[in-house]
């Protein structure tokens, strides 16, 4: 293996020279620069509105510590974005450990500074990694700060992380407190997209009804406000109800179960406190929107596992204290399918799951929750004992229908065995023939949601699988049996793999890989199409397989919508509008974020989408399995040639196999 990594990669076969001088040291804020996806995700129109979400953070912070009682958020032209609070002003005096600078512009252009480590500034607060504020410095073009303190007016300007002003005392000011900050994103950096008035206004509003006691003033300039847009140019947003008013507006218009809402909010063990809110709808798909310190966690966490449990064992305990037995086969899913929710928890020094927090990891969290809110959701249960029986009965009657598809799944396939057992994932289609049915991989529980809105109920089936799948190719027998997302696929399809395989068996027509138009979508696939070629060789040959071809952008002008499949199909897609029209460009994260409509049209539907077949020539099946070992299997060094030998035209094109 040193004879690998020592030969080669120098023209003519001479030595590379690998030196101290090769070892770059990337100081200051020059990391994010370099990376932005490290710290805010990417450098899409996403990630562009999270540089406003984390500097509206930290005003929410000063606002839940019960320093500050309102905010502003502006937008103006050329998105300058300014965020504004009547809190205790950041620090101005020179730092400790840097006495030549003060504390303003140490956590400017310092990453993992602040005032949030030790707890004693911040009892709870939405950032923990001392990283937001200089991130956001790190990316904006410019950055302008005002803080006034102590009677005193200090501004400050910074550019691409660094400062191009010193510390200035602008003199006494003598109504007026709190922190300014007024930016613009780097535009070398987020080349396409722009801050959407619509979108800064929602963020706004849900900070506003997560945290009752603060007033957020919102401003836009109105030329910025598209003809459609009902976003208001000016308005004042203060909830006093709290999460019961966010609830309230999200189920407005939609018939409910439960008409007296389940809510509250109390204190939790370990400091901090938890607010709730929740409803169940008669029908339609429900919702679980839950937040962290007023962060939203679209991926959920312990928190939301901690509320989840509380309702579901309540639930549970009241069935048995009436004396109906069958309240014990109800699921969480079963309770949950139906409902409309909103969880809040405030909690001291939280962990998330990366930069961007969009889950919770704390591990105590999930027990906090469930003690602070079980006991009250007895007493809710016990306190209207007609609202607790339909509710019983509501959940009783999704376990039913749950039991019921998975015996129908089990029995009613034409083509499958009569003891065949389905994956809990799946959700089937009705189709009982094979022939024209469909089966669409996806990976990830929000992906595998969207797809389940946007299929064809009749002849569509979706399995979701949980991140990157075992590389058969290089694992253990051991390993692939005892794999669970394998097990579950393999379940699914009903054919069986090895000596137990039968293509009679195949409960599908079409197998069809579905994964984001992204890097790690592609090495997603890759494992699959190598399970495929290793464990069911046989539906490769069979023309069995497909992949599916989700767009990566979506370009909108003039009413008109285009897709561009990926980066080089972007500059055409841009040329079927006429010229001069203004173009907005999304890119989609991954599935789980494209509308299901969108999914449907574009990569679904069978009138508008393209399928790619898995397959290979009958006379390129050894080539093809040379390939596959040598680029998924355990052998590196086949890798490491492969790509020497391949390297200068798969610049060009794609390898042919």
Known sequence: ????????????????????????????????????????????????????????????????????????????????????????????????????????????????????????????????????????????????????????????????????????????????????????????????????????????????YLFRGVEIRWRCNPSLIGKDDTTPAEAVLHFPGGLADFLGAATEGREQLTPRHFEGETAMEGGGKVEWAVTWLISGEGFLNAYCNTVPTPLGGTHEQGFRAALLKGLRAYGEMVGNRRAAQVTGEDLMGGAAAMLSAFIREPQFQGQTKDKLTTPEAARWVENAIRDRFDHWLTGDPETAANLLAFAISRADERLARREQATTARKTATRKLRLPGKLADCSREERDGSELFIVEGDSAGGSAKQARSRENQAVLPLRGKILNVASASADKLKANQELKDLIEALGCGTGSQFSLERLRYGRIIIMTDADVDGAHIAALLMTFFWRELPELVRRGHVFLARPPLYRLSGAGRTVYAQDDAALEPARKQFKAGTKIEVSRFKGLGEMPPATLRETTMDPKRRTLLRVTTPPEQFARTQDIVEALMGRKPELRFAFIQENAARMDAEAVDV
């Open 1 to 208: 293996m040193n004879d690998l990594f020592s030969r080669g990669g120098a023209k003519g076969g001479a030595e590379a020279a690998y030196t101290a001088k090769d070892i770059e040291v990337l100081e200051g804020l020059e990391p994010v620069r370099r990376r932005p996806g490290m710290y805010i995700g990417g450098t899409d129109e996403g990630a562009l509105h999270h540089l406003v979400a984390e500097i509206l953070d930290n005003a929410m912070d000063e606002a839940v510590g019960g320093h500050a009682t309102f905010i502003e958020l502006s937008l103006g032209k050329d998105d300058w974005v300014t965020v504004r609070d009547n809190g205790r002003g950041i620090p101005v005096d020179p730092h400790p450990k840097f006495k030549d600078k003060s504390a303003l512009e140490v956590i400017l252009t310092t990453l993992h500074s602040g005032g949030k480590f030790g707890g004693k500034a911040y009892a709870t607060s939405g950032g923990l990694h001392g990283v937001g504020a200089s991130v956001v410095n790190a990316l904006a073009e410019t950055m302008e700060i005002e803080v006034a303190r102590d009677r005193t007016l200090y501004t400050m300007g910074f550019s691409k992380g660094k400062p191009t002003t010193k510390l200035v005392n602008k003199g006494a000011v003598n109504n007026r407190r709190g922190t300014e900050v007024r930016f613009r994103p780097d535009r070398t950096i987020f080349k396409d997209g722009h801050f959407r008035p619509a979108r800064l206004f929602r963020m706004a509003r849900s900070k506003a």
